[in-house]
């Protein structure tokens, strides 16, 4: 017996508008009963989702086989179903099935359905055979195939052949600070997709908010999705689609290797784990593939993300607070006393000081509430505030708030896991009464009894420590963490040294701030000195590029240094660490203090000892543009 004998064109349905296996088994049912293969369409309803709860029939590289022998069945027959961008039938390999192949078979002794699904089988596993199937336009065409199949005359058309997919990507791109890695990667990934003619959407959610908004049409419309974050996003809306999770680095360094995965069909199906408005559990910790580590950066740096503006606002117009009293005042006639306060002396600074000092406040508890949310949602919120908010009364300061952050998301989730059991007419009430009174109550014995303590007597000794560190040191150390900074360029090294410096800043260190600062200014300023003087190493391109890094080093932006770091690694870090770690060195070294977190060139004039700070700057990137030309002569002999 052919195929075609048990396929009747009234049973077959192109390019299909179903949303997911529940709809495509309810599709085939249907039409195996306009074959009229039927006795009884329920029951062979009945005994297909049966057949499904054995085992999934979704098999690997989009193809899906419903089948049972049932008593609902009259004789054997077929049913297809075409669905071109494909849906989640849980599959074995986790792929879209694009090609459904329903099978009716009565309930007799006879195996014919198991020699029809062999045959069937075999024939797809043909990669231009399936194809041809699924881009098939007219019934007609369809049994066509099949029959030129069986009989050994199958020839592919040319049309299928040489056929190139229209691909249609979206993407989503975000880093912490949401100023440069998450414009460089959305600029990459368009770059790279236009090459290649793909269709591509990014929506990039930076400092400013999300822009270039993902539409539920296109989300649904989309042959793959790519999240590069180093933060959590909203993702509930991709459920059911293709999602490729990676590293906003990755978008800028990784582009076409994220294309080739949107493209290829392999993506696994990405689910999401939100159970209600009230109360989710972070989609991206559910994903496989991320570490413990990795989660854990991308909750810090959610919380880290909605500090920095409290951070860079507060900071800077304490900053501005210091200058007007510096212009106002002769620091050398203030007696001991007013030098204490200086910065609050004349009226206009010190409401400049408190204004900033009261932005400075909030810092800590939105530190920790933003990490408990990452982790437990908006559960987590009100008690990771409060977290925060304890560990600015009780000494334990930044560290004190970032571990109160961890503590209060475990707790929520703990708190969810132990109540998810209670009766319905209580779930309610759980977001709103029992997540906040236990967690609230729990971090507050926690901050109190277990984190203050230790991590308050930690502070106290290590700003006993550095004040009583003599010079030499002091320089290793500035060498050090401004080293950091250039190392990933804004990744997690160049963050741990970044947020350590803003921890110090709160304490009133400005030290560590000055040659964090200057550290993240050299490697985008060191490319731009070795394009301009060492021009014959660059490309034409490479050489536009680096004067616009003049730009993005004066403004703090280190990220503009990772289009050369990217093309070049072993060359081009060494050489910016090289120089950071000058800069580092010679702000320590020449006492330089800046009481801003952020703003390169233009919180300079706060800056104590601005000229010798800009020597250092200066010293850093000649360094570390001299450095970068020799290795690239070296590399070319």
Known sequence: MKITDLLKKECIELDAKIRNKSEAIEKLVELIDKGGFLKDKEQYKKDILAREKIGTTGLADGIATPH???????????????????????????????????????????????????????????EEFKESLIQSTTKEEFLKYIDDKENGNFQVADSIKN??????????????????????????????????NIKIKVETDGSGGAQNVLTAEEIENADGIIIAADKNVETKRFDGKQVIFAKVADGINKPDELLDKAISGDAPIFHSQEKDSDEKISDVEKISHESLGRRAYKHLMNGVSHMLPLVVGGGILIAIAFLIDGMAIDINSLTTEQRGNFGSITPVAKFFKDTGGLAFNFMLPILSGYIAMSMSDRPGLAVGLVGGALSN????????????????????????????????????????????????????????????????????????ILS???????????ALIAGMMAIDMGGPINKAA????????????????????????????????????????????????????????????????????????????????????????????????????????????????????????????????????????????
Request: hydrophobic share 50%; net charge neutral; with cysteine.
């Open 498 to 637: 970044y947020v350590t410096s803003v921890g110090f800043l709160t304490h009133g260190n400005y030290f560590f701030i000055a040659a964090s600062m200057a550290g993240g200014m050299v490697p985008p300023l060191a490319i731009a000195f070795a394009t301009i003087f060492f021009k014959s190493k660059f490309s034409k391109e490479e050489r536009k590029s680096g004067l616009a890094n003049i730009i993005l080093g004066l403004s703090f932006i280190t990220e503009g240094a990772i289009p050369f770091a990217a093309a070049d690694p072993l060359r081009v870090i060494p050489s910016c660490v090289i120089g950071s770690a000058l800069a580092g060195a010679l702000v320590m070294m020449f006492g330089c203090t800046l009481p801003a977190p952020h703003g390169g060139i233009f919180v300079v004039p706060t800056i104590g000892n601005p000229m010798m700070y800009l020597v250092s700057i200066f010293a850093g990137a000649t360094l570390g543009a001299i450095s970068l030309g020799f290795l690239k002569n070296h590399s070319q002999k």
């Open 163 to 196: 056929a190139e997919k229209n691909y249609f990507i979206l993407a989503v791109t975000a880093c912490p600070t949401g100023i440069a890695h998450t414009y460089m990667a959305a600029e990459s990934l368009e770059q790279h997709a236009k090459k290649r």
């Open 468 to 478: 009583e560190t003599d010079s030499s040191a002091k320089v290793m150390m500035g």
């Open 393 to 464: 009364e009780n000494g334990s300061g930044f560290l004190g708030a970032l571990i109160a952050g961890f503590a209060a998301g475990f707790l929520v989730n703990q708190i969810k896991s132990a109540t998810e059991n209670l009766p319905k007419t209580l779930a309610g009430v759980r977001p709103i009464l029992i997540y906040p009174v236990f967690g609230i109550l729990l971090i507050a014995v926690i901050c109190t009894l277990i984190i203050g303590p230790p991590i308050s007597e930690l502070n106290h000794w290590l700003i006993d």
């Open 68 to 126: 049972a022998k049932s008593s609902g069945v009259k004789s054997a027959g077929l049913a297809v179903m075409t669905i071109p961008k494909g849906i989640d039938f849980d599959s074995m390999d986790e792929k879209p099935a694009r090609l459904f192949f329903a099978i009716a078979a009565p309930n007799n002794d006879d195996d014919e359905h198991m020699i029809i699904l062999t045959k069937l089988v075999k024939m797809i596993m043909d």
